[in-house]
C-alpha cells in the first residue's frame, strides 16, 4: 500500500513524516536541512511508494497567510511539476508546534531531548499528517 509523506517546512530545518506501510498511522520520519529537502523527497519516493504529499500550509492566527508561505507556495509547485503522478496538498499546520511540543511533553522524553528543535519539526509532521488522515476519514 502507498505511504503518505508529510512536510512540516521551516527556513532551517523541514520535519518529515508518514505513514505506517497500511496507511493507518502517521509516525515522525526525519528532519533534514531545508536545502537537502527536495533531494530527500526524491530519494525516500525512490524506494518507497508514495502517494499523497501533504505540505503544511503556515497560517497566522487570524487566517493570514504567514512570512514562511513565500518558501511553500513555490515548493509545493515544484513539487507538483516534478510529481505528477502524486497528489500534492496544502495543509492547514496552525497551533502544530504547540501540540508537537505538549505531545513531546507528555511522552515523558527527557529535558536534554525535549531541546531538539528537531524532533519538534518531525513530530510537527506527524501531526499535519494524522490531522489530514483524520480530514479526509483515514
Same mark, same amino acid.
Do not use: N, W
Given at each position: ?46 524506494? @518507497? @511508494? ?89
Amino acid at each position: 500500500m502507498p505511504r503518505m509523506l508529510a512536510i512540516d517546512y521551516g527556513t532551517k530545518r523541514t520535519g518529515i513524516a508518514v505513514t505506517d506501510p497500511l496507511g493507518i498511522i502517521a509516525q515522525p520520519l526525519e528532519t533534514v536541512s531545508t536545502k537537502e529537502l527536495e533531494r530527500y523527497i526524491a530519494a525516500y519516493c525512490a524506494k @518507497e @511508494e508514495v502517494s499523497t504529499i501533504v505540505v503544511g500550509y503556515p497560517r497566522q492566527m487570524s487566517g493570514a497567510p504567514s512570512d514562511t508561505m513565500r518558501f511553500v507556495e513555490p515548493l509545493i509547485g515544484r513539487l507538483r511539476h516534478a510529481y505528477p503522478d502524486k497528489r500534492i496538498v496544502a495543509y492547514d499546520e496552525r497551533f502544530t508546534s504547540v501540540l508537537a511540543q505538549r505531545t513531546i511533553l507528555e511522552s515523558g522524553i527527557g529535558k536534554m531531548a525535549r531541546r531538539d528543535k528537531s524532533l519538534v519539526d518531525k513530530v510537527s509532521a506527524a501531526i499535519i499528517l494524522q490531522d489530514y488522515m483524520s480530514s479526509v476519514g483515514m
